[in-house]
């Protein structure tokens, strides 16, 4: 029996979003075709089928910049899709946009990242590429579409058109013809945001820069005047804890009073103004050069680090054996990556298997196959 006094999402849509936000009615549906939940959006439910799928789980043993030979304080893959997703739902609600949809995007964005973060899609992309090559981006959507398993009845999560659509925006962001809907541009914006903020963090508490080297930036000046007069009275662990909050504030609060006017302006009442339009949210102005480099620094300084190349170049030459070993052994592969050498080639079901590894199953592969 029927439960009158539930709202339904259109009701709480209606009240809710924007014009220009992406409504659950207008979404273009699922490949296989589902009933409709009584009291769950779709973007709701696909949310729920990424936090469920063992993909999502495995995030929390791939690195997100630092391994884990480097301490536990760090950031995992998964805690940075967290923050992304705190981050984005922030701005979407502020944006009167679809805060459901934004979660679904923001936990998902990451889902295809193979072991050692880009060091290790870097070395895949290299095994794969004269078969295509590898992008974290992709294989995100290969795990939805064919990896992850759901229900019998058919392949992989059966996500909405627009969680798949938002997604396959990420793999070539230069393409002329990309015009993603406001709730991607919101997680992309965020995810930019994130990184700049925990990687500070991040190498700051394992010491590969100093706080002396961090406030020649323009991006941390123009924090530390926004946080004035209290800087004295903070110690030395409150004034970091703080300044990275005003980083991400600061850069939360210069979008939104951007973003807000320019989207009123436009006058835009529905998503077709959205997918012609060349806008994109982001920072803009002072902040934005900041920014960038601020961007530019982390490259040299903290990316490009002596240690983390040492852990880096190790990762690949683990990667380029570890693939090779099993290119040469297909039948040690896992029952369903043998099946799945039919459908789409031995290199690319190998590179699909190990990048859905975590960093210590990688290692522990690695050890116990070639080591």
Same mark, same amino acid.
């Given at each position: 029996m029927a439960n009158h006094a539930l709202q339904t999402t259109a009701e709480r849509e209606t009240a809710l979003l924007a014009p220009y936000a992406m409504f659950s009615s207008q979404s273009a549906g699922r490949r296989y075709h589902e009933s409709e939940h009584p009291y769950r959006s779709p973007f709701q439910r696909d949310r729920d089928r990424i936090v469920h799928s063992a993909a999502y789980r495995r995030l929390s043993g791939k690195m997100q910049v630092f391994t884990g030979d480097m301490g536990d304080y760090h950031r995992t893959r998964l805690t940075h899709t967290q923050e992304v997703a705190s981050i984005a739902r922030t701005m979407g609600r502020a944006l009167r946009l679809n805060e459901d949809l934004i979660e679904a995007l923001a936990l998902f964005h990451d889902i295809g990242h193979p072991p050692f973060g880009h060091a290790g899609e870097d070395a895949l992309n290299e095994c794969l590429q004269d078969d295509g090559g590898f992008s974290h981006n992709q294989y995100a959507l290969t795990i939805a579409e064919e990896l992850e398993t759901r229900h019998q009845s058919f392949p992989g999560? @059966?996500?909405?058109?627009?969680?798949?659509?938002?997604?396959?925006?990420?793999?070539?962001?230069?393409?002329?013809?990309?015009?993603?809907?406001? $709730?991607?541009? !919101?997680?992309?914006?965020?995810?930019? +945001?994130? /990184?700049?903020?925990?990687? !500070?963090?991040?190498?700051?508490?394992?010491?590969?820069?100093?706080? $002396?080297? !961090?406030?020649?930036?323009?991006?941390? %000046?123009?924090?530390?005047?926004? +946080?004035? *007069?209290?800087?004295?009275?903070?110690? *030395?662990? $409150? /004034?970091?804890?703080?300044?990275?909050?005003? +980083?991400?504030?600061?850069?939360?609060? @210069?979008?939104?009073?951007? =973003?807000? *006017? =320019?989207? =009123?302006?436009?006058?835009?009442?529905?998503?077709?103004?959205?997918?012609?339009?060349? /806008? %994109?949210?982001? *920072?803009?102005?002072?902040?934005?050069?900041?920014?960038?480099a601020m961007e530019a620094f982390l490259y040299e300084r903290v990316y490009r680090h002596p240690e983390l190349v040492k852990t880096r170049e190790r990762a690949q030459s683990q990667i380029y054996q570890l693939f090779e070993r099993y290119v040469a052994n297909p039948d040690v592969l896992p029952d369903r990556f043998r099946k799945r050498i039919e459908l789409v080639g031995l290199r690319r079901s190998v590179g699909d298997y190990v990048a859905g590894m975590t960093d210590r199953f990688f290692e522990q592969q690695y050890l116990g196959f070639v080591g």
């Open positions: 999560l @059966n996500l909405t058109r627009e969680v798949l659509e938002g997604q396959a925006t990420r793999v070539d962001k230069q393409a002329e013809d990309i015009h993603p809907l406001l $709730e991607a541009q !919101v997680v992309e914006a965020a995810d930019s +945001m994130t /990184y700049d903020a925990h990687d !500070v963090d991040d190498a700051l508490k394992l010491g590969l820069v100093t706080l $002396e080297e !961090v406030h020649q930036q323009a991006m941390i %000046r123009i924090c530390v005047e926004l +946080m004035g *007069p209290r800087v004295s009275d903070l110690g *030395p662990a $409150e /004034y970091k804890r703080a300044l990275i909050h005003t +980083m991400i504030d600061c850069q939360v609060t @210069n979008v939104l009073e951007n =973003a807000g *006017p =320019a989207l =009123a302006g436009f006058g835009w009442t529905s998503i077709c103004e959205i997918r012609q339009s060349d /806008y %994109r949210i982001g *920072p803009v102005g002072e902040l934005a050069e900041a920014k960038s």
